[in-house]
Structures are given as structure tokens and as C-alpha cells.
């Protein structure tokens, strides 16, 4: 199976454990990913905030590229470029004033026919659980694992159109398709502070713990998520997130993706695992997961 | 139907948000669920129930420099559980417009430098350049080395590129077009309209 990949800009740059692992695990599935030429940012939460027509036909732009290689089905790791290009192509389909308008900012015309799908929905519903569980050679047996889905992939879900808003099930399938232990918690997508990151830590820092506070509470061994930014927002808080109560916390965040391929029996190292702040690799040898 | 009472001049502002936004704000009930479930409504940040409020009633001036919408993340909760599915990221879309054409300065400035800087990468590089743009923030909002310990760990373990910090890296016009394009149009608009 051949389909086109959109990685966005944070894959080439700190989310390079997602786009590695997500790169090893199709190749794993037999499934070939074709980059997209010459994508673009999709302009994210900041032009989607603060220019509409801007960030529309930066959308645009990269459902024009995708257009030309012909594969009519694009998957797409972060669920932001995910939502956003899935909404630009709506968005042209039911306002032929806006589309000719975009169409004229970025020169080039957009058929609107693709089949956008995020990395998740893709490896859970087209590939199948079937088609995972054949490939699992070291099955995630005791590790105890709370999927973390966030926003962008599920809501709003008249938007994205994937799983439930409030309570979704894809990745809690697909986690314990690889043999891992699900647990179950009320803040699947409960807000990270997402790109406030910097301009508010302090926001960010009280949303992320009240995220890490409860999956420690709960027994996680790990949160599992499938969002960079997500990834990041907890990965990197919890010095500030312990601070505030005089405790260290050391959770792991690690992405589904890494997740299947430690159980494709892949090394840790080839899926990004020694990249992230909180060190995942200890407690997965304690777990008996690396080879 | 929906009935309000008011002169046309008292409701153009709310019937500008609505024709821009796309998002029938006649039709909030003011119930609170919005707002309730927001992840950045605050004792400081009123949240989407007071924003709609303050546009129903004509508070063109509050509304435009309310911290609500540069808080919002577009996390999409709320229009997920607005039982009229109003959609409030549209809706701060185009407030962020409408005060940026009335020249208000951003309530929010930590924010609007950011988003500022953000584009200002990809309008540059037709990707965002994630590390230099944290860079240009950490300089400009005089704070160095602020998150430097973490940067330094990432650095060590492979995760990030000091390369990365720098400026400079590969233009690509396309998108620069893309960017001078949409403003020439938006321009035209606003002019015709004007």
C-alpha cells in the first residue's frame, strides 16, 4: 500500500522520535509513505487565530501538492496539520466565494477529493488491528498504559469526524492490540495548554499536571499519546509541574508509534526512545521490553 | 427566526462577527457549558459565555481586547459540547482580524509575539523553524535563558539540534507569494467594503 505523507514542520524538527518511529512502523506494515513535495507549514494555531484567508491557503497549498502525486489518500502524523487541512478542504468545498479567492492566493486550483486521514485513524481502521497484532513479536505484556488522545484529532468532532470527542477508543484498541495493559481515565482529551507553551507556561504548567498528577495517580507506567505537542507540553513541565508540590515526577511520555514498534520487537534507540527528557528506557527494562 | 431588539446601528457589530466567523451567535443560549469546559477560562480570562455576551451587547471595545480569544488554543472543546455548536476559534479568528483593522493594540502581547514570530518563520521558510522561533522569543522577551537547563538535556541526548537555534536556513518563495498574495486580497476586501 502506497499513500502520501504530510510529516509538518515539528517532525523535521523536535518531534523527530515521532516521524522516525512512524517512518519504521509503516515500513514494518508494508506500507510505503511518499513525502509530499515541497509541503509547506499548514500555518498552524497562529495564522489559524490571527488570519483566516492566510491560513486557509497555506492549507490549500499543500492539498495542491498532495493533488499531484495522485495517491488520493494522505496520512498525516500531528493531529493539528491533520484537523487543519481536513477543515481547508471542507472549508473550500462549501464556499466557492472562498475557494476561488484561495485558489487565486496560491495559483493553483484544489480538486478537494482527498482522503485525509491522521496516522492513528489510519494504522487503527484502513490497516486494521489484525493487520498489527500479525506484526507483534514482543507483546507489551504488564506495562500499564494511559492512551492520551488531546484535542485536535477529535474535536470538534463535526470537524475531524474521528472517534469521540469525549471518549475515544482507537488508541486504547490499537495499545492493547500490542499486548499493553489499558488503563481507563476521565482526561483523554483534556487540554495540554497546547501552543501556549511559551508565551504561558504557567497555564500550560497547570493543565500538563493536572494530566500527570492523575496518570501518576492512576498507576500509569506511561502516557501514551499521539501528538507532538502533547508530547512535549508533558514531557517537559514536570521539574515545574513537582516543584509546586515538593515532589519529583518522572513519567514517561512516549508516542504510540514507538509504542508499536517495541512491540514489532524494534530497538528502543531506532524509535527515538533515548530523545525524550523524562528517560522512558529504565522502566522498560524494568518491564523486560528491551532487547 | 431570531428576534433582537436593538438599531442597526447597536448590532453591526454583532452581525459583522457572525457574517465573518460563520458562527450564529444568535443563537447562544448563554447555558455556560462553553465556557465550563474551557482549558484557559480564568479568574482573568473570562471565557467564551462572557465573550458572546459582551458582543450580543454591543461591547465592541471590550470584546476586541477581551484575553479570551488570544488565550484560545482552538483545543475545539467547546464547539464539541455547545449545544448550538457555535464554533468559538472562528469566532476569535475573526475578533483577532477585526482588532488588528481597528489598530488595538493585543491585549495579550507574550501571545501575539509568539504567534507574531511563528509566522513570521514560516513566511521566511515555508515551515516554521520551531527552535530559532523559541530563540527569537526567549531574546526578545528579555529572558535568555529561559528553559535553557531543558534545551541543554535535549541537546545532549540527540533530541535537538543546536543548528537549530540559528537563524538562517533555506527561503522558499512559494510560500513568501502566499503570504504577500493573502494580504493584497484581504486589502482589496476591506477597501471595497470600507
Known sequence: MKVSYYPGCSLEETARPYDVSAQKVCQRLEIELEEVPEWCCCGSSPALKMDRLLSTSLSARNLAQIEKQQLDQVVIPCPFCFRRLLSAQTELGADASLKARVEDVIDSGVRGQLNIQSLLGFLRYQVGLDAIRARVTRPLNHLRVLPYYGCYLVKPAGVTRFDDPENPVSLDELLKALGAEVLDWDFKTECCGAGLALSKTETVVGLTGRLVREAVRRGADALVVACQLCQSNLDLRQDEIGRAEGRAYALPIVYFTQMMGLAFGMPAAELGLNRHLVDPLPMLKEKGLLS | ?194
Open chain 2, 1 to 194: 427566526m431570531h428576534r433582537l431588539k436593538g438599531t442597526p446601528d447597536e448590532r453591526r457589530f454583532l452581525t459583522e462577527v457572525i457574517r465573518r466567523s460563520g458562527q450564529n451567535l444568535l443563537e447562544c443560549l448563554q447555558c455556560g457549558r462553553c465556557t465550563a469546559s474551557c482549558p484557559i477560562s480564568s479568574p482573568t480570562v473570562g471565557g467564551p459565555r462572557r465573550l458572546i455576551a459582551q458582543i450580543h451587547c454591543d461591547m465592541r471595545a471590550e470584546a476586541l481586547r477581551d484575553p479570551t480569544w488570544w488565550y484560545c488554543v482552538s483545543c475545539g472543546t467547546c464547539a464539541s459540547r455547545c449545544p448550538v455548536e457555535i464554533n468559538m476559534y472562528q469566532v476569535a479568528t475573526t475578533l483577532c482580524e477585526m482588532a488588528e483593522e481597528a489598530g488595538i493594540e493585543p491585549s495579550e502581547p507574550a501571545i501575539h509575539l509568539f504567534e507574531d514570530l511563528f509566522l513570521r518563520s514560516v513566511r521566511r521558510h515555508g515551515r516554521v523553524r520551531e527552535l530559532s522561533t523559541v530563540m527569537r522569543y526567549n531574546l526578545q522577551t528579555r529572558r535568555p535563558f529561559k528553559d535553557a537547563g531543558k534545551g541543554l538535556r535535549l541537546m545532549l541526548k540527540g533530541a535537538i539540534s543546536p543548528l537549530g537555534m540559528m537563524g538562517g536556513g533555506r527561503k522558499d518563495p512559494v510560500v513568501e507569494r502566499i503570504f504577500t498574495r493573502s494580504a493584497t486580497v484581504e486589502q482589496g476586501e476591506t477597501d471595497h467594503e470600507g
